[in-house]
């Protein structure tokens, strides 16, 4: 089996990386049958788009602070925990962004994709979902639209529910709403075409942000699943993703 190791530019991830290449020989990432991450979340979510590309199976170990994309960081027996890993495969929300200068640019999210406001005065946002408008006016700091994977991320910050990875459905919630007040989101199906249109986008201007992208200005935000882009996730049996993110509706 053929290893490809990248590692986060800490120290630890780093040291690790070192450590890990004297035990298993490295390939380059396009030679390789597995890509080895070293680092936390963020720069997990970093390296599956940049390598997306290659189409390789990815497995983390965690260097970083939580990890919850990550396996417990462990130097023996890498090849044999890769053989028996299960994959994960994940399908990114495919983002359009329309700026008030009429430039479109388009991002990928793993996690999710939220928008928040500029500047000290609340966004207004109104939501079309499938070509219907289900919500004229929401004024808030922002608002966001969360994979199941993505969803015990900023999506449980936010007060929106953890879904489970194979529900079939994505989180649409608010950001500290101010009006409606009482509205606390929906849950769409992962079909849904989502659209955010930006009021008084010169009083009140908002950015978007797919994962680590962020587009400021943006008049129009339209988001939907790309089924046709897939990330291939490998994480040890005993703690799978799906097993994790059931886990974190029981934590109190």
């Known amino acids: 089996m053929k290893l490809a190791f990248t590692a986060a530019p800490t120290q630890e991830a780093q040291i690790a990386k070192e450590n890990l290449e004297k035990i298993y020989p490295a390939s380059m ?51 044999n925990r890769l053989k028996t890993a299960n994959e994960t495969i994940l399908h990114p929300l495919k983002m359009v962004a329309t700026k008030t200068d009429g430039k479109n640019v388009i991002a990928y999210a793993i996690n999710e994709v939220s928008l928040l406001r500029q500047t000290a005065q609340a966004a207004k946002t109104r939501i079309y979902i499938d070509n219907v408008m289900r919500l004229d006016t929401l004024v808030c700091d922002g608002i966001l639209i969360s994979t199941p994977a993505g969803s015990t991320a900023y999506n449980l910050s936010a007060h929106g529910p953890i879904i489970p990875i194979n529900a079939n459905v994505l989180a649409l919630t608010p950001i500290s709403a101010f009006r409606p007040r009482r509205w ?23 950015s978007a942000t797919a994962d680590d992208f962020e587009v400021r200005h943006v008049k129009q935000v339209h988001i939907q699943q790309d089924s046709q882009i897939s990330y291939r996730l490998l994480f040890d049996p005993h703690h799978n993703l799906e097993e994790r993110i059931l886990g974190e509706q029981f934590l109190v």
């Open 29 to 79: 990432p396009e030679y390789a049958d597995v890509i080895v991450v070293l680092g936390g979340d963020g720069f997990m979510l970093k390296t599956l788009h940049q390598l997306q590309p290659l189409k390789k199976p990815v497995y983390g170990i965690n260097c970083g602070s939580v990890g919850f994309l990550m396996n417990a960081y462990q130097e023996a027996n890498l090849i």
């Open 184 to 206: 606390r989101g929906a849950l769409l199906p992962d079909s849904a075409q989502v659209v955010f249109e930006i009021l008084e986008t010169d009083k009140r201007p908002v």
